[in-house]
């Protein structure tokens, strides 16, 4: 077993939730700790880490970027080194990106490049997403990388592949929460009250509408309710229910028209069903959107001077908030072939380790590339 699949064994079993990675956050110091110092600087934020690299003769900075925190899932993958922790679990594979970006960083501090590297050991990407303040910070403004690359991986794939594609890979995305406060009573007097079950389940069908009837059909969008709270027992008619939900959107327009019919949809169901109501967009990613010249530059290189195989795939609806970074910093995001059963953000993922080292060699063998250029 390699050090590096070791790192994500451990880390697998202390997965925390968005801004409470402080376990994750202590693992990763101490680790960094064990490194020669001379070529290292470290600053933390929050529950993250910015770690620059040194080079020999820098002339720009190369970011790379990796995501740290778990999901609120209970583990059913009967690993021997399943999450110690009852109800949340690493189902999104940001353990082996962690033991992925401290293999290429510590390949760097014992083999320097002329260029200095940053590692972005980014909080809170599962939500409300821990990129776009990461942005903002006195930290990145001072160590802003003139590139910035980052990899998901991807449970489809085959070890021993990447995909990618030029211009956009990941989607737009918003989360949704709506409230219905209507009036609630006995189940024998339904004319005595505004019962919000029914509200809440004619606005789910009224709002699929909004895909098929007021999107390009050219163009794609998602909106999925993914829960629906209501009600206390059989016999009270429900005065509250609470719908929480994700959009998705392969443009910006598009994000913005769904959110205004959304909006117009729920104002109809306050008149027609005689309640209040509130909307939540909450938390809202940029799309992941690859620079055209240095992602046909990656993958040309990876194609002639590596043996992992490059797939040229289709845009996803994923969300992912490293489109904040992509946004303001030229760059670009691969999948990472990880050939597992099941899929990500479920209880049962089980990625194949062999991809560790994998994308370490692949990763160190482009960026010193590019480094040394």
């Known amino acids: 077993m390699s050090s ?31 490194l020669p110092e001379a070529r290292l600087e470290i600053k933390l934020w929050e529950t993250g880490i910015f770690v620059k690299v040194k080079g020999t003769e820098p002339k720009k900075i190369i970011g790379y970027r990796t995501d740290i925190d778990g999901l609120p899932i209970v583990e059913e993958t009967g690993l021997e080194f399943h999450s110690k922790h009852a109800t949340e679990m690493h189902a999104c594979g940001h353990d082996f990106h962690m033991s992925i970006a401290l293999g290429v960083l510590t390949h760097f501090v014992h083999h320097p490049i002329k260029d200095d590297l940053l590692f972005i050991f980014q909080p809170a990407e599962e939500g409300p997403g821990g990129a776009e303040p990461m942005l903002k910070t006195d930290i990145m403004k001072e160590w802003m990388p003139d590139m910035i690359l980052a990899l998901h991986i991807a449970p489809e794939y085959p070890v021993g592949s990447i995909a990618i594609r030029e211009g956009l890979l990941f989607a737009n995305t918003s989360e949704l929460f709506i409230d219905l406060k209507g009036k609630g009573g006995h189940a024998a007097y339904p004319h005595q009250t505004n019962d919000m079950i029914i509200a809440a389940c004619s606005l789910v069908t009224q709002l699929q509408s909004i895909i098929s009837r007021n999107v390009d059909p050219l163009d794609s969008a998602v909106i999925t309710i993914g829960k629906i709270t209501s009600g206390t027992v059989q016999n009270i008619i429900a005065e509250k229910a609470r719908l929480e939900g994700t959009i998705r959107t392969l443009s910006v327009e598009s994000m913005d028209k769904v959110k205004k019919r959304i909006e117009e949809i729920v104002k109809g169901i306050e008149v027609g069903y005689q309640c209040e109501t509130k909307i939540d967009f909450g938390a809202m990613y940029y799309q992941v959107y690859n620079e055209a010249k240095l992602t046909k530059e990656f993958m040309e290189f990876v194609d002639r001077n590596t043996d992992v195989k490059v797939i040229e795939c289709n845009e996803a609806m994923t969300g992912e908030d490293f489109g904040y970074m992509l946004k303001e910093i030229p760059g670009f995001m691969f999948w990472l072939g990880v050939e597992s059963e099941y899929g990500l953000h479920h209880s049962k993922l089980n990625p194949n380790e062999q991809a560790i080292d994998t994308a370490i060699n692949m990763i160190c063998q482009y960026i010193e590339y590019k480094g040394n250029a």
């Open 4 to 34: 590096f699949v070791k790192i994500r064994r451990d880390l697998h079993q202390i997965p925390e939730l968005g801004f409470q990675e402080f376990k994750t956050q202590r693992y990763v110091l101490s680790y960094l700790q064990t």
